[in-house]
């Protein structure tokens, strides 16, 4: 989304897509030149998700306007399963550092 924040800040936004509309909460990351939107509940964007083709989300904006994104949902699903493997995968190799001792 080409909407800029404030870095640590909160906005409410309205998601919809086929299964349906909820109310969410953007959490704003801005790293270098790029803002970046955590949504919450991440729940309820799983929903939508499995459940729809497509996606979009309404941000009111100062103007009395609103910024509407939409997403195609095409291959999300492989994409996640992708990123689960890979996130366990990461998981497993990490090393703590810490090595088997006997007292």
Not at 27 to 32: D, E, M, Q, R, T
Not at 47 to 60: E, L
């Amino acid at each position: 989304m080409k909407v800029k924040c404030n870095d640590g800040d909160k906005y409410s936004a309205l998601m919809s897509s086929n299964a349906g509309a909820s109310a969410v909460t953007l959490n704003c990351l801005v790293l270098k030149d790029r803002f970046i939107n955590f949504i919450e509940p991440f729940d309820d964007v799983t929903g939508h998700i499995k459940d729809s083709d497509n996606i979009g989300f309404a941000i009111a904006l100062k103007s009395g306007r609103f910024n509407v994104s939409r997403f195609s949902l095409k291959g999300s699903e492989s994409a996640i399963q992708r990123v689960l493997k890979e996130a366990v995968r990461q998981n497993k190799s990490k090393n703590t550092g810490f090595r088997n001792q006997e007292l």
